[in-house]
């Protein structure tokens, strides 16, 4: 599919943002929105430091000024509550989201936030990251996603995995798809999201036939303490979608033992399942979602992720000449053949194989380096990006 439009800023005009006094509620607030009108990708505020925003994969000072500590506290109390600076005091970081009315009332613009302390010249300080989301999730065909991956995206049963490292826009490419699908007049679905926190939203897509649900982990939904369960939230999360018969379950990201082995529970159970990890390539994604599991376990999970993957997509962002970014794509189909193909081999040659049967064209998929050099033929990136590239996955 080719892309209707950039969703990425090319480039920062040269201004600030400009507010007189201290840095309280109403300038935040006013800050985000300034960042949002400028299309920065992220935005970092830390004690006694400029404001940074990431504005066409450049990094800007965006205030004339510094914000100090307790300004930062101010922030913090605000976005997560009166709690915040001592959940940072005594080591813990949050993850909360943010919402601002829109001056002319004609919606709420949403974020995505991280605190985390850290050293600061003098003593400890606080760092808050700051992700635009978008009022609705961006078009499938302004991504430019490639048809296999569109026509594979709803498979009948089974697991999809969309991977990538922090910021290459696994939300972005996976709710992308979900709105592709509910827009669709006879799709049917009920979509149960659990996520944390919450980032892309569907209150302004039209569902024909179809709902979504969406539940922010820690806040809406968690594992109940002291009855002698030892799940993770994620996990406790398939076990909840479980019962409320659901045609589609989102889990936010499958890092650990107990939500690897309930997704492939639900994913084999006739439930289509999607979720995250935070790996580089189909070989790598492999790899890492049997490595939780001991010895004596690894090959029944191995032969039971095998069976119920449909197919992984790994996502990274490129420069892209000109200004902005652009997505790079390394995809896998697991059709039956495939699948069959990787039982008959030892699980510990699996990265290999996978690398392979890209590189021979004998799947339908793609390596990164393939399509970093498509990206390139048509003039996106320039020549050093593609070498990184080629250099990464290990590929002439």
């Known amino acids: ?34 960042c949002g009108e400028h299309r920065a990708a992220d935005i970092t505020i830390q004690s006694n430091a400029p404001v940074l925003a990431d504005i066409g994969g450049r990094w800007i000072r965006v205030t004339p000024k510094t914000i100090s500590h307790p300004e930062i ?7 997560y509550g009166e709690n ?33 302390g850290g050293r600061m010249p003098g003593g400890d300080g606080i760092q808050i990251t700051v992700r635009t989301l978008p009022e609705i999730p961006i078009p499938i065909e302004t991504l430019g996603i490639e048809p296999e991956i569109v026509e ?27 709105r592709w699908r509910v827009e669709q007049e006879d799709a049917n679905e009920k979509i149960l999201e659990y996520s944390k926190p919450v980032e892309y939203v569907y209150d302004k897509v039209v569902m024909p036939s179809s ?30 979608a479980l019962r409320r018969k659901p045609t589609i379950i989102i889990i936010g990201e499958a890092r650990d033992k107990a939500t690897i082995e309930a997704s492939v529970e639900a994913a084999l159970t006739g439930h289509v399942l999607y979720t995250t990890m935070h790996t580089m390539g189909v070989g790598e994604t492999l790899r890492r979602a049997v490595m939780p599991f001991p010895g004596d376990e690894r090959l029944g999970i191995a032969v039971d992720i ?32 495939t699948r069959s193909a990787f039982l008959d081999k030892d699980i510990d040659q699996w990265p290999q194989f996978a690398r392979g049967l890209m590189r021979e064209r004998k799947v339908v998929g793609r390596s990164m380096a393939d399509s970093a050099r498509d990206l390139h033929r048509r003039g996106l990136i320039d020549e050093r990006t593609l070498g990184y590239v080629a250099s990464r996955t290990r590929e002439e």
């Open 1 to 34: 599919m080719s892309g209707g439009g950039n969703p990425f800023a090319t480039g920062h005009d040269g201004s600030v943002f400009t507010y007189t006094g201290r840095m309280g509620e109403a300038e935040f607030d006013d800050l985000l929105m300034w």
């Open 73 to 79: 506290e101010t922030i913090v109390r605000y976005v």
């Open 84 to 116: 915040g600076p001592g959940e940072i005091k005594s080591g813990h970081d949050l993850d909360p989201s943010h919402e601002i009315r829109k001056p002319d009332g004609s919606g709420r613009v949403r974020f995505r936030v991280n605190i985390t």
């Open 152 to 178: 594979n995206f709803r498979p009948g049963q089974g697991m999809v995995l969309v991977t990538g490292t922090t910021g290459s826009g696994k939300s972005t490419l996976l709710s992308s798809g979900i």
């Open 211 to 240: 709902s979504v649900w969406q539940v922010d982990v820690g806040k809406h939904l968690r594992p109940k303490h002291g009855d002698g369960s030892e799940e993770s939230e994620f996990a406790y999360c398939v076990r909840n």
């Open 306 to 337: 095998m069976e119920s993957l449909r197919m992984i997509v790994t996502q990274t962002l490129l420069n892209r000449q000109g200004g902005g970014k652009v997505g790079c794509r390394e995809y896998m189909v697991f059709d039956e053949a």
